[in-house]
């Protein structure tokens, strides 16, 4: 009697690499589109509440200066950074000024990875009645 080898053949292996590669050149450029603009709305969000801390912070009659926004007695405890590059700072602006991201946008036509409050008013998503 011939013994009964248990196992997969190769080209069934083969036939399930050629399924997971497909699946993950499908996934992973709307991941990586879908991350982008997580951290852009993430940024926006950033620029709200430091905008909203420049309006308490002016009409409680102090100056704009980053002592006075942020830490410990200030408006935001703890600084924001843009999510997408951790070390990119935000321009705290003037009193006539919004708050901005000096974040580098690698791809141009991308709009969707704008780190600015005027990308919100565009999209019709800022407040109004």
């Not at 006075?68 to 935000?90: D, H, R, W």
Request: proline content about 3%; hydrophobic content about 40%; aromatic content about 6%.
């Amino acid at each position: 009697m011939k013994k009964m080898l248990k196992g997969f053949t190769l080209v069934e292996i083969m036939i399930v690499v050629a399924i997971i590669a497909i699946l993950a050149a499908v996934a992973i450029p709307n991941f990586i589109k879908y991350r982008r603009s997580s951290q852009a709305t993430a940024c926006v969000s950033n620029l709200k509440q430091i905008q909203a801390a420049k309006e308490q912070c002016l009409m409680a009659g102090k100056t704009l200066d980053s002592s006075n926004l942020f830490g410990a007695t200030g408006y935001i405890k703890v600084e924001p950074k843009c999510p997408a590059q951790m070390t990119v700072s935000y321009t705290i602006g003037d009193a006539t000024t919004d708050p901005s991201c000096s974040y580098s946008q690698t791809d141009a036509s991308d709009t969707s990875t704008w780190h600015s409050l005027n990308r919100v008013a565009a999209q019709g998503g800022g407040e109004g009645g």
